[in-house]
């Protein structure tokens, strides 16, 4: 996600006296910057009182004599602005390495010999200033020619990394299988894996680029995925080259097939070798308890084309400007999928379970497309399930995918509660009226969206609180949706919050953590008897 530009304070600050008046009142003041020392005066330790002021975000320490930085300045959250120029500092003490929200951090003139390692992970820094230290090794003199950035990736490469492995993510059982009657059991894993054509240090600043080179994190991204071995696997961001070369070859040794489908600007790309360079959206499937009987590619861009006939100019001019896409699959049951001990008779062995994959548009701005999209999966998913079973069929459903949208998002409310009118907020005042009346798949309703599959998501957030974390954005995009002809019987919960925080992870990619996205994992029950 893109940052706004940083201004350094305006060295020419004005300020005003609070009248006895105010003070009165009860007046607060609340002043973000201060500057210590001038006329004449050369301060020599910094006060610890100064420490209190936590909405300080600009601190002018230049032109003293302070030889010593206290730790404890890592108490001030908010500082972006940090300037020691003209001191006699020879220390820059570990814990300014923590203050990732510094953009301004200068020592002009003073006695540094060493400069940290940590300091690597100052990654939103714009201005960095070394000058006048005479006794800085020449590693560092040479790092700080190859501008700010190529500094600070000099100094995160080189540091010695020393976080543990995250623990073990708990598993969290919702309800007892059945044993009364025969029931099929398996497993669903969602994973957005991060596309290596976004996957760089212009994004993710804060890991080391070794950590985010694709030959290191496709390794862990299976090693995951081994682990967990899901039953259905639903993966998001994944190049077409990666899925023919990597994970299609890997997971066909564990006993899987698969699919995948890119999304829609493959189709226009000028060389193959940039269409295999387009993620999209893969499902796999063991092999030994499914089969596939047939699959529908949903290109939203295609499907928005053909409704032009309704003469919306949103649909031109929004929705037909975003290439998302979904796949949608019906599977067949086979029999080792089913309890052993307690087989259905003859053909009811042989269960149809639609599966659907789908990466929705990540943009906020464009929260109405987000909307538009994810009513248009619904409906392409109805009418493959009414042409394949026939009018009316309800088989289990499940929709796994990055749907870039909050639990409290419209998406979520349409997908839940089955219906989303045309003045929803997050339509932006657009008028969608018409495309709603016709992409609706459930009971035809004045200038609203329906459907008719009564879906939840197995997962709350008191289970997972994020499956997205990284530095600018943490919160849960995620999603497995279900009907109601499956049952959730236990979930992977959250991964510990504590690692976080004891490890100093400000956000993923990492090299523990290879996606900025967490994996979900879901253990359904389907009985004999259920549709």
Known sequence: MGRTKYEPPVPGRTFTIMSNEDREKGKKSCWPELSIGG??????KIAPEIFSYKQLTAIHFQDNKIERIPPEIVQLPLLQYLNFDNNRISVIPDEICD???????????????????????LFQLTTFNLEGNVGL?????SATKSGLSGFLQFMLERLNF??????QRPWVTLHSPQRNVPTALFTVMNYNVLSDSYCNRQVYGYCPSWALHWDYRKKGILEEIRHYSADIICLQEVEFKQYADFFRAELQKDGYNGMHFSKSRAQIAATNMEAEKVDGCAIFWRDNKFSLVEQTNIDFRKIAVGSSKL?????????????????????????????VNNLPKGESVKKHVVVTN??????????????IQTIMLMNEIDSFVEQRLGPGSKPPLIICGDFNSLPESGVCEFLTKGRIAANHKEFKECDYSKVLEYFSSGSKLDKQATHPYQLRSAYSMDHMPFTNYTYDFKGVIDYIFHNRQLKALGLLGQLDPNWFADNKVIGCPHPHVHSDHLSLLVEFEISAGDY
């Open 162 to 167: 020393t976080a543990t492995h995250p623990p």
């Open 358 to 371: 789908t990466h929705i548009t990540w943009d906020p701005e464009y929260s109405d497309v987000k909307l």
């Open 39 to 44: 006329s004449g005066v050369h301060v020599k």
């Open 99 to 121: 203050m990732v929200e510094l953009r301004f951090l200068s020592f002009k003139n003073n006695k540094l010999s060493a400069i940290p390692q940590e300091i690597g992970r």
């Open 311 to 339: 003469g919306v100019d949103n649909m031109i001019n929004r929705v037909q400007t975003k290439d998302n896409i979904g796949v949608c699959l019906l599977l067949e049951t086979k029999e080792a999928v089913w309890d």
């Open 137 to 141: 090794p020449m590693d560092i003199i």
